[in-house]
């Protein structure tokens, strides 16, 4: 398995973005999906997992701004994010939670 990100990038306090995964290799359906994100010197930040059968979860930190979505078709996860806030930026990473793969991270900034 492996993941490619792509999206990121900078946008204005109030902006959105939209983060792809794409799996490149098989088994993707079967797979719950997780987003991430780091800040130099702290932990990494779950933000977001879908199960197999499209059930989400949040953290608090972005409840009612992000989505995370999936298309098993095309083999690719989502992280729609809304309303972004300069405590949004940080290196955004997706990860197959069992298989413990993750992407290669994309930087986000919100910044004006």
């Known amino acids: 398995v492996q993941l490619v990100q792509s999206g990121g990038g900078l946008v204005r306090p109030g902006g959105s973005l939209r983060l792809s995964c794409r799996n490149i290799?098989?088994?993707?359906?079967?797979?719950?999906m997780a987003w991430y994100r780091q800040v130099p010197g702290k932990q990494r930040e779950w933000l977001a997992q879908?199960?197999?059968?499209?059930?989400?979860d949040y953290a608090d930190s972005v409840k009612g701004r992000f989505t995370i979505s999936r298309d098993n078709a095309e083999s690719t996860l989502y992280l729609q994010m809304n309303n972004l806030e300069p405590e949004d930026t940080a290196v955004y990473y997706c990860?197959?939670?069992?298989?413990?793969?993750w992407g290669q991270g994309t930087q986000v900034t919100v910044s004006l």
């Open positions: 990860r197959d939670e069992p298989r413990n793969t």
């Open positions: 879908i199960f197999t059968d499209g059930v989400t």
């Open positions: 290799g098989r088994f993707f359906s079967l797979s719950t």
